[in-house]
């Protein structure tokens, strides 16, 4: 397993075990709140290629973003990296990077990026890429069938817009849906399901308040945007984002898993065959600790990791 950690190092643990030597080759990362070393997503030919992408902030205190690299990894160290994509416009804060990759069927690949927090206006301006969810070719090309391609006042790589600060991405095969979490303000964390093309509101209809407890608009549905599947209020802060389609755990067969950075937990959304939310579970709530990612494994176990000074790595298994 490669793991990221914030501050801009990449781990391998084998064999279950975490090894000493952080992996060569990491890019320069600008770290500071919310800013570091995001995700690292397997290109689909993995186990051809060796190919693996990074997602990270890039920059100064200044003037930072998203960005994207691209590596092969040889067992040890990360080799022939290059950076293939840079969020426009830069920004001076360290907040709402976004940083979630998943890849699609056609093999592009939708990558989050948040508004900045101070810049939430941007989610609404298709000249910026902040809020958005922007879709590229592995090389970091744009695809031609892009739904803003050809439009002069819109960024051609952006997928969908109107976004906070989605932490959670994960595509379906089964469904061949796109699902992504982000986080509210004060309230108002959402799940969605993303369609080419779609605004997903941000900020001008919103279920959450401002921090300071004032309206960030009274607004919760308008026509021509979109509602998320769920929302929760008040907010758990959700992360990472899973499906389940893995064999050790049968009733959860088709289910979402969303890591709870506030509320302390792995939370289970029951899903019915249409895609509709059932019932929700909490799970490791005896655990008390803030669950940063989780991930169905090919071995039909889920992975979670925690967001702890002393971070863990752990496996869920069916109980004896």
């Given at each position: 397993?490669?793991?990221?950690?914030?501050?801009?190092?990449?781990?391998?643990?084998?064999?279950?075990?975490?090894?000493?030597?952080?992996?060569?080759?990491?890019?320069?990362?600008?770290?500071?709140?919310?800013?570091?070393?995001?995700?690292?997503?397997?290109?689909?030919?993995?186990?051809?290629?060796?190919?693996?992408?990074?997602?990270?902030?890039?920059?100064?205190?200044?003037?930072?973003?998203?960005?994207?690299?691209?590596?092969?990894?040889?067992?040890?160290?990360?080799?022939?990296?290059?950076?293939?994509?840079?969020?426009?416009?830069?920004?001076?804060?360290?907040?709402?990077?976004?940083?979630?990759?998943?890849?699609?069927?056609?093999?592009?690949?939708?990558?989050?990026?948040?508004?900045?927090?101070?810049?939430?206006?941007?989610?609404?301006?298709?000249?910026?890429?902040?809020?958005?969810?922007?879709?590229?070719?592995?090389?970091?090309?744009?695809?031609?069938?892009?739904?803003?391609?050809?439009?002069?006042?819109?960024?051609p790589e952006i997928y969908t817009w109107?976004?906070?600060?989605?932490?959670?991405?994960?595509?379906?095969?089964?469904?061949?849906?796109?699902?992504?979490?982000?986080?509210?303000?004060?309230?108002?964390?959402?799940?969605?399901?993303?369609?080419?093309?779609?605004?997903?509101?941000?900020?001008?209809?919103?279920?959450?308040?401002?921090?300071?407890?004032?309206?960030?608009s009274p607004y919760t549905q308008r026509?021509?945007?979109?509602?998320?599947?769920?929302?929760?209020?008040?907010?758990?802060?959700?992360?990472?984002?899973?499906?389940?389609?893995?064999?050790?755990?049968?009733?959860?067969?088709?289910?979402?898993?969303?890591?709870?950075?506030?509320?302390?937990?792995?939370?289970?959304?029951?899903?019915?065959?249409?895609?509709?939310?059932?019932?929700?579970?909490?799970?490791?709530?005896?655990?008390?600790?803030?669950?940063?990612?989780?991930?169905?494994?090919?071995?039909?176990?889920?992975?979670?990791?925690?967001?702890?000074?002393?971070?863990?790595?752990?496996?869920?298994?069916?109980?004896?």
């Amino acid at each position: 397993m490669l793991v990221t950690e914030r501050v801009g190092r990449l781990r391998l643990i084998k064999n279950g075990v975490l090894q000493p030597q952080s992996i060569a080759g990491v890019p320069p990362v600008h770290t500071g709140s919310q800013a570091g070393l995001f995700d690292i997503v397997l290109h689909p030919n993995f186990a051809q290629n060796s190919v693996v992408f990074l997602t990270y902030a890039a920059g100064t205190a200044r003037a930072n973003g998203t960005q994207v690299a691209r590596a092969r990894f040889d067992g040890k160290a990360l080799q022939d990296l290059r950076v293939i994509f840079k969020a426009m416009p830069l920004k001076d804060t360290d907040n709402h990077y976004g940083g979630r990759m998943a890849f699609l069927p056609d093999g592009t690949f939708a990558l989050t990026i948040g508004e900045g927090f101070e810049y939430r206006e941007q989610a609404q301006d298709l000249s910026s890429d902040l809020g958005k969810i922007v879709r590229l070719s592995e090389d970091g090309s744009v695809p031609p069938d892009n739904p803003f391609i050809g439009q002069a006042s819109a960024r051609p790589e952006i997928y969908t817009w109107g976004h906070r600060n989605e932490q959670g991405l994960a595509f379906d095969p089964q469904s061949a849906r796109l699902y992504e979490t982000e986080h509210g303000p004060r309230g108002g964390d959402e799940l969605n399901i993303i369609e080419a093309h779609k605004n997903y509101g941000w900020p001008v209809i919103t279920y959450g308040m401002d921090y300071s407890g004032a309206y960030v608009s009274p607004y919760t549905q308008r026509a021509g945007l979109e509602q998320p599947v769920i929302y929760w209020t008040p907010s758990i802060a959700p992360s990472g984002l899973a499906m389940y389609r893995g064999d050790k755990f049968p009733a959860w067969k088709g289910d979402l898993f969303v890591g709870a950075l506030a509320f302390k937990h792995l939370r289970r959304v029951h899903l019915d065959e249409s895609g509709n939310v059932v019932s929700q579970e909490q799970l490791l709530n005896d655990l008390h600790w803030r669950i940063r990612d989780v991930r169905a494994a090919p071995d039909g176990y889920l992975y979670v990791s925690t967001d702890e000074a002393d971070g863990r790595v752990l496996r869920l298994e069916p109980a004896p």
